[in-house]
């Protein structure tokens, strides 16, 4: 049973370019959650995707943007980057939303120059 | 509100050394879940537990016990003979059950405590 994919594992942009990273589910989940976890800190919630709408966001600017497709894979997508930018974002998935544990992907580094 | 504090930054043991890791919530919420996660050096989070706030019976799995206090909003996690194995960050987490729509939720995350096991 495949577990929780992402890609690339790493990536260096520099200021101002745009971003795409992806996320593949577990195997029969349908909800996916994106998480910034700059160095050192505990991984903060970007938003979630039901369905393909979000549902839930968190403390982000419009610069994040996401979507989710028909197969339940989703997409962050990030413009005009900043340095502050650079940290592990991490996918989660998980099934329903109430409630259900979220099972996490390994993440990819970005690193914003 | 939602917010979990581990005010541990980093704890140290030496193998087969027993180790206890705090976590303190605070929610508004009845109804709210607790989680522990293991982060390992290559970064991705592992689930341990799950807790819903109507379940306060301690749990034990393996080398692995949890203590659910409401009284007083802990939520803490004991290693029992310490390996080096166990080397890692661990976050504990909460979610409120925010109705919006047909409902969502988000992981609130504490800062996480490094624990180093040396051999």
């Known amino acids: 049973d495949a577990g929780v994919t992402q890609s690339p594992t790493h990536l260096i942009k520099t200021r101002g370019q745009q971003v795409t990273l992806r996320c593949s589910p577990k195997?029969?989940?349908?909800?996916v959650s994106w998480y910034q976890q700059a160095l050192g800190q505990g991984p903060q919630f970007i938003f979630q995707?039901?369905?393909?709408?979000?549902?839930q966001r968190g403390n982000f600017p419009d610069r994040f943007s996401g979507h989710q497709f028909p197969n339940y894979s989703s997409e962050l997508n990030v413009n005009a980057l900043l340095l502050g930018d650079s940290a592990l974002y991490l996918c989660?998935?998980?099934?329903?939303?109430?409630?259900?544990?979220?099972?996490f992907g390994p993440g990819t580094r970005l690193l914003v120059l | 509100a939602q917010k979990v504090t581990q005010a541990q930054t980093e704890i140290s043991v030496v193998e087969k050394e027993d180790v206890t890791l705090d976590c303190v919530y605070e929610?508004?919420?009845?109804?709210?879940?607790l989680f522990w996660y293991k982060q390992p050096p290559s970064g991705e989070l592992v689930f341990l537990i799950r807790?819903?706030?109507?379940?306060?019976q301690n749990e034990i799995s393996g080398r692995y016990s949890w203590n659910f206090q409401k009284s007083t909003s802990s939520f803490n996690f004991t290693i029992t003979a310490s390996q080096v194995v166990d080397s890692a960050v661990y976050f504990c987490?909460?979610?409120?059950?925010?109705?919006?729509?047909?409902?969502?939720?988000?992981?609130?995350f504490g800062k996480g405590t490094k624990l180093s096991v040396i051999p």
């Open positions: 989660a998935s998980s099934l329903g939303v109430l409630g259900e544990t979220q099972y």
């Open positions: 195997s029969g989940h349908d909800t």
């Open positions: 995707y039901y369905e393909e709408e979000e549902r």
């Open positions: 929610t508004r919420d009845t109804t709210y879940y």
């Open positions: 807790r819903n706030s109507f379940d306060e």
């Open positions: 987490a909460l979610s409120e059950v925010a109705y919006s729509g047909a409902g969502s939720y988000q992981l609130t």
